[in-house]
């Protein structure tokens, strides 16, 4: 038995949303929880990984390791 008067109240339904749905119910010490990401909607469980590339530091990253067909880009440049 927990003692008396130091434990949060606990919910055992607590309610997930994500995007204003219901998702899922878990237990919780909130009565809703409202996420922005959950397994159902995020890339690595659903497959749809993309590599954002920001200021270029996907293609520095590839150049300075040599990832990249150097052809390619001399014959573009022509």
């Known amino acids: ?3 008396e008067g130091i434990h949060p109240e606990w919910y055992p339904d607590a309610k997930v949303y994500c995007n204003g749905e219901l998702v899922m119910t878990v237990g919780a010490t909130q009565p809703e929880i409202h996420v922005d990401v959950w397994s159902g909607n995020h890339p690595f469980y659903t497959g749809n990984q993309k590599i954002i590339d920001t200021e270029g530091r996907v293609e520095r990253f590839l150049r300075k390791y040599g990832m990249t ?3 390619e880009e001399s014959d573009s440049q022509s």
Do not use: A, E, L, S
């Open 69 to 71: 067909d150097t052809r």
């Open 1 to 3: 038995m927990p003692k």
